[in-house]
């Protein structure tokens, strides 16, 4: 026994962290580390996952016999755990069984549970799980103390709280406790565990501190304690730049300062409760967040030793349930005292405003649901309140999307791009934190998910930050999935063959055919398609055409001249296999379309209007401009009333009347949205709003969902998750099994199959600056100077040495934006050796040109 208060340590483990046998064999090993280090632990957990739940489904229930479903449900998986550790349940538990029966049938009897019920029956989470847990840790030798948690922390009053808050999200003291130590000492116990989420009030009363507010209890701990360090303990290696389970390309923030990691969990990320940050950091107690399932990953630390230097977007948070709350003055607020007025009202409703932002005629303030729990029920006498100083509307269903950082002001001219895309977004509201730390947007909440995805790829995927940040959640846990996530490329596979390549052909792009036909078959398994269409404009090449053929693929076409090419390469295609889909075509590639009987697709009324005696009695497609865009860059995006793609949706009655009037079948319907997009379930929305329009054109067959499927073109990147697609289209033909579903990828089929390879010619160092030199550039590829596109750069030759420079990667073109890649970081490159740039196989070769006269780089099938 130490018996020295001054090296307590706090862990703390959350419900997914204690609900399994191989979990709980981590954490006793942890638990001996730590003794055999010399410190003294107190261990605060949380009930098992899934638990409170559980427990809050049993206050809402009025009806008995549900709720002695739940009931046995929480039972049960209490025993199953038990049973794996070796214990009995109903042996250890009947208390608190029992106590949960008695409850639960009071509160369905009389309908409705006071706050201090219950506040008792959530706080039984955590008191059976852990009379579980420390049964388990003492069968395994370790000889720990159980507390009530209860008996150690108090909660305080609050002026202004409401009753609710006070025994469901209350607050404690957050001083060092002198008595708490002496009496530990006095005990002598060197490994104490207790409940999280659970204490008493004055009268010794059970309340609880708020969903989540296990991680606060241990926080409190700590500052009793005066730990040396906090330990949480979770199902994630860490806090990331955005929720990993919702962005699998999320990196680990491997420090944060303690201001950092507040605006972090105060905008939302759920790993740390908000509340927890505040204890440790009045004591400097330094807080670690760990991975459970790994306890040897590095994880994430929170202290007050983080230098303040990078300016830098850290992490994209989103938080949901947002209320918004707009206030109408007609210039009244500029009066003295009207906000005072306004928030007065606030106040006496309990209500804490998060964010505010003003115009001449309106104050818009946000509530944050955490803080607010209590607002539906005084909804109704807040609204009569406030409506007597102004005219007021709730706004509902809204998340707050924040860029969290720092410096955020002296960089956001760096984020023009990002903020394209809130080109087609309603923002109703946006702020900047005096701190400087963050910067919220508050959006409709089904826009939320999106628009974290299109910021996070477009911040901090592309960012070249390398102090900051660790590798992805799935550089991490690909090593914990059998790999699947972050699959070898087939090129590493290939290495000798393409620097023989490299040497004897110069500049090359290389494609794997053996890729590509997996990939098809990957698409084919999109098994609600009726059709696939290659759209050849991506790579138009005759080798892989002939594949795609032969796996009876079909091709969409953009211009006549790509119909001319598909029919030459295949003069027996079925023409039912050619989609030709122009955008502002001449007249005569019209008429030649229909000779050539492939469908032909007009995404013009114009066509109709001028030339309708070339469509008589036609079988034809229109193109439907769904009313928004989706995509990587603006360039791509081609929905939405800035594109100029595709029929406006108000112009197509007028489009009825003329195919009516001059016997004109619209047989298919057609929209593509843009590329690059990962969001599953975008294809079955566009086919709703299809099979919507068809409801005009009785004689609609076929539905074209378009292209886009997003590639993950870096390793930075999320994958698209086909089976979701799949999903998605498949609830979309049961309800609509009349129609025929088409779908037409095209940078999906090529773009890793490919690669590009070019030696290297000459090095230089201006500076903090290197420039390695290639022999080809934008000539060859035109990506990254058009669209800012990211691709994976390595010096093939050197693929086993430490990648050391960070570097320019550029080719001879004379233009400054002639840059194949930038800050990339590659082993010191010499003269003649093979640089390989990866994801080539789309939109590569084919807008290559000859620019300075200089060849682009030929193509090899291999
Ligand atoms: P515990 O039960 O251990 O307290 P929580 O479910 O409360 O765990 O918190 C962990 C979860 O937080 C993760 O599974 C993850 O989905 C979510 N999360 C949200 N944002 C982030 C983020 N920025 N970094 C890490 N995890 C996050
Ligand atoms: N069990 C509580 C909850 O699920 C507290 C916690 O786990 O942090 O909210
Ligand atoms: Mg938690």
Redesign the pocket.
């Given at each position: 026994m130490t018996n020295n208060s001054h090296n307590w340590i706090v862990l703390?483990?959350?419900?997914?962290?204690v609900s399994s046998l191989s979990n709980w064999q981590n954490i006793t090993s942890i638990l001996q580390d730590k003794l055999s280090e010399g410190y003294r632990v107190c261990l605060v957990h949380?009930a098992l996952?899934g638990i409170s739940n559980k427990l809050e489904e049993i206050i809402d229930l009025s009806s008995t016999d549900e709720s002695e479903t739940v009931l046995e449900e929480i039972k049960q998986q209490h025993r199953d755990l038990a049973n794996d550790l070796g214990l009995d349940a109903d042996e250890l538990l009947s208390g608190e069984f029992e106590e949960l029966e008695q409850l639960s049938r009071g509160v369905a009897l009389l309908e409705e549970a006071g706050y201090h019920v219950q506040a008792r029956i959530m706080a039984l989470g955590e008191l059976m799980s852990t009379k579980l847990g420390v049964a388990y840790v003492k069968s395994q030798g370790l000889d720990a103390e159980w507390k009530d948690a209860r008996m150690l922390l108090k909660s305080i009053p609050v002026e202004n709280a409401s009753e609710k808050s006070l025994v469901l999200s209350a607050i404690c003291d957050t001083s060092e406790d002198k008595e708490l130590q002496q009496q530990l000492d006095e005990e002598g116990h060197d490994l104490i565990l207790t409940q999280g989420f659970i204490a008493s009030d004055n009268s010794n009363k059970t309340v609880v501190l708020g969903r989540?507010g296990?991680?606060v209890s241990a926080s409190y701990f700590a500052a009793k304690l005066n730990a040396e360090r906090l330990e949480?303990?979770?199902?994630?290696p860490?806090?990331?730049?955005?929720?990993?389970?919702?962005i699998p390309s999320?990196r680990l923030?491997k420090h944060l300062s303690y201001a950092e990691a507040q605006e972090?969990a105060t905008n939302?990320?759920?790993?740390?409760?908000p509340r927890c940050i505040m204890p440790a950091r009045v004591h400097n107690i330094p807080i670690q967040?760990k991975w459970?399932q790994d306890p040897e990953q590095e994880g994430t630390t929170i202290s007050s030793a983080v230098a303040d230097d990078e300016a830098l977007v850290k992490?994209i948070?989103v938080r949901d349930n947002v209320i918004l709350v707009s206030m109408e003055t007609l210039g009244m607020w500029q009066q003295v005292g009207f906000l005072a007025d306004a928030f007065d009202v606030f106040k006496q409703y309990g209500l804490s405003i998060d964010l505010v932002s003003t115009s001449d005629s309106n104050v818009t303030v946000s509530l944050d649901p955490g803080a607010n729990t209590h607002f539906n029920e005084i909804r109704d006498e807040f609204v009569d309140d406030l409506n007597e100083l102004c005219r007021v509307e709730i706004i509902e269903s809204t998340s707050a999307v924040s860029l969290l950082g720092r410096h955020i002001r002296t960089i956001l001219h760096q984020l023009g791009s990002a903020f394209e895309v809130f080109q087609e977004h309603e923002v109703y509201l946006v702020s900047q934190a005096a701190n400087d730390l963050n910067f919220t947007f508050v959006v409709a909440s089904d826009q939320a998910d999106r628009l974290v995805q299109q910021l996070h790829e477009q911040v901090i995927s592309k960012s070249s930050a390398q102090v900051s940040f660790g590798p992805t959640w799935q550089q991490i846990n690909g090593s914990h999935s059998d790999g699947a996530p972050y699959k070898d490329t087939w090129w590493k596979g290939k290495r000798e063959t393409l620097i023989q390549l490299a040497e004897k052909e110069g500049p090359a792009y290389v494609y794997d055919s053996d890729h590509i036909t997996e990939t098809v078959d990957n698409v084919k398994g999109l098994e609600s398609l009726d059709q696939l269409f290659y759209a050849i404009k991506a790579n138009d090449n005759e080798e892989l055409l002939k594949i795609f053929y032969e796996k009876g693929l079909g091709f969409e076409c953009v211009s006549i001249g790509e119909v001319e090419y598909v029919l030459d390469q295949f003069p027996d295609i079925d023409r039912e296999r050619i989609l030709f889909t122009p955008n502002f075509a001449p007249r005569s590639e019209y008429e030649q379309a229909l000779q050539e009987g492939v469908h032909v697709t007009l995404d013009n009324i114009f066509a109709l209007q001028e030339w309708t005696g070339l469509f008589e009695g036609q079988d034809i497609f229109l193109r439907i401009d769904p009313g928004h865009g989706h995509g990587h860059h603006k360039h791509v995006r081609t929905g939405g009333v800035n594109s100029k793609f595709g029929i406006p949706r108000f112009e197509l009655e007028e489009v009825k009347s003329i195919v009516d009037e001059h016997n004109i079948r619209v047989k298919g319907l057609h929209a593509h949205i843009g590329s690059g997009i990962k969001d599953p379930e975008s294809w079955k929305r566009t086919a709703l709003v299809l099979a919507e329009v068809a409801q005009q054109f009785e004689d609609v067959e076929y539905l074209d969902v378009g292209g886009g499927l997003g590639v993950r073109e870096n390793e930075m990147q999320s994958v698209l998750p086909l089976g979701e697609v799949e999903q998605g289209l498949s609830e979309f033909k049961k309800a609509f099994s009349q129609y025929k579903l088409w779908m037409e990828p095209g940078r999906y089929l090529v773009a890793t199959a490919g690669v590009l390879l070019a030696r290297v010619t000459q090095t230089k160092g201006k500076g903090k600056i290197r420039y390695v030199g290639v022999e080809t550039g934008m000539n060859s590829l035109i990506r990254p100077a058009l669209y800012g596109s990211h691709h994976s750069i390595v010096n093939l030759s050197r693929i086993d040495e430490p990648a050391t420079q960070i570097s320019n990667i550029v080719g001879p073109i004379c233009e400054s934006g002639d840059k194949l890649g930038i800050d990339r970081l590659l082993p010191e490159s010499q003269e003649g050796d093979v640089v390989l740039i990866a994801n080539t196989g789309a939109y590569g070769h084919v807008m290559s040109s000859t620019y300075n006269m200089r060849a682009p780089a030929r193509e090899i099938v291999i």
């Open positions: 703390k483990f959350g419900g997914t962290s949380s996952s989540g296990s991680d949480i303990w979770t199902d994630v860490g806090m990331f730049s955005c929720n990993p389970h919702a999320a923030l972090i939302g990320a759920k790993v740390l409760h967040i459970t992490a948070s």
